[in-house]
């Protein structure tokens, strides 16, 4: 019986010394898959929340929202995976743009991005705890966005949709390949300070050829048209800034230019493509994809705002519309062609 019993408890022991070892060889490899970093890292499974101001929707500002989140995209920063975007419009009302303002101020994001002149101006002055980039802003000192391009110094920077050059480009092709033209039709909002900014710059610019600047004012989108018409008989060309309500409107301009034969020339890509015949500058696009480079530098790095320099767009070259030139009895010239540098992207067919 002894023996037995000696037996039955050997064999017992060994039995639960084995499921023991069992237990401990499951554990061991579920701690060597933890170890290897099998998992995600908590870097990894960061989710970021961005707001965005944009104060109204036209083409070019759209088209710059859509190439700041693409940069992002690229960067691993994808709407509806690991990123929460804000987006609020202002509908080109100001009352508006200064609650949606004051609303991001109270709210917490990792970021603020604002599209054009009036939306950065109304962040920036509210939102002091958090980043802010700037984007579609033609002249970011004038609108006192920063005090300083190169080290702007508190929470903002971003990137200016404009080289002063581009508008004397512009004229000059203008004086140069329109001898008949003497006078130039400005439709324009002079309570927008990048529209101020751009116009004075293109009458300096045209003053220099003996061709006079005409304006015709606005002060909401509704007033475009009339102020377009206004223009027939006393301008032998039209030109607009990138001014936002005028740009708004610009489908009534492209009516009265066609209607009327009066060269039409803008100073954004969009409203080429739309029907303006020509512009010097880039795609709008690609002007937001920069600022959201600046945004992945912010959330992915570290980088402060403060730091990092106010860019501009380098990069110009002439578009041509030859379907508008045609509607607005242009005749475009070979001359005309070959100053455009990227003659498969930028003469449109």
Known sequence: MLKKKSLLTIVMSALLVTALAGCGSTDGKKTEAESSGSGSSPAENKTYKIAISQIVEHPSLDATREGFLAALKD?????????????????DDQTNNLSIAKTIASEKDD???????PSAQAIVKEVKDKP????????????????????????????????PAAVQKLMDFIAKHFPNVKSVGLVINEGEP?????????E?????????????????????????QSL????????????????????????VANEN?????????????????????????????QVGQMAVDILKNGKNPGDMKVTM??????????????????????????????????IIQ
């Not at 990048?194 to 293109?202: L, P, T």
């Not at 220099?208 to 606005?218: Q, T």
């Not at 890509?269 to 029907?275: F, H, L, M, P, S």
């Open 261 to 289: 034969h009066i060269p039409f020339f803008s100073s954004d890509r969009d409203t080429v493509e739309k029907g303006a015949f020509a512009t010097v500058g880039f795609k709008y696009y690609d002007h937001g994809y």
């Open 194 to 202: 990048n529209a101020v900014v751009m116009s004075k710059n293109a």
């Open 75 to 91: 960067a691993g920063i994808t709407e509806g995976s690991n990123l929460k975007v804000n987006y609020k419009n202002a509908q």
């Open 232 to 255: 027939v008989g006393r301008a032998d060309a039209i030109f607009i800034t990138l001014d936002n309500r005028v740009v708004s409107g610009v489908d009534t301009i492209i009516q």
């Open 313 to 346: 767009q380098e990069k110009l070259d002439l578009i041509l519309n030859l379907k508008a030139a045609a509607a607005q009895g242009i005749t475009v010239t070979d001359e005309m062609k070959n100053e455009v540098q990227d003659k498969e992207n930028n």
């Open 111 to 117: 970021l603020v991005l604002a599209i054009a002149t």
């Open 132 to 163: 802010v980039l700037f984007a579609a802003v033609t002249d970011p000192l004038d609108a006192k966005l920063v005090s300083n391009l190169d080290k702007p110094g508190g929470n903002v920077s971003g990137v200016s949709d404009t080289n």
């Open 204 to 228: 300096e610019t045209l003053s220099k050829h003996n061709i006079k600047l005409v304006k015709a004012a606005i002060t909401n989108t509704s007033e475009v048209k009339q102020a377009a």
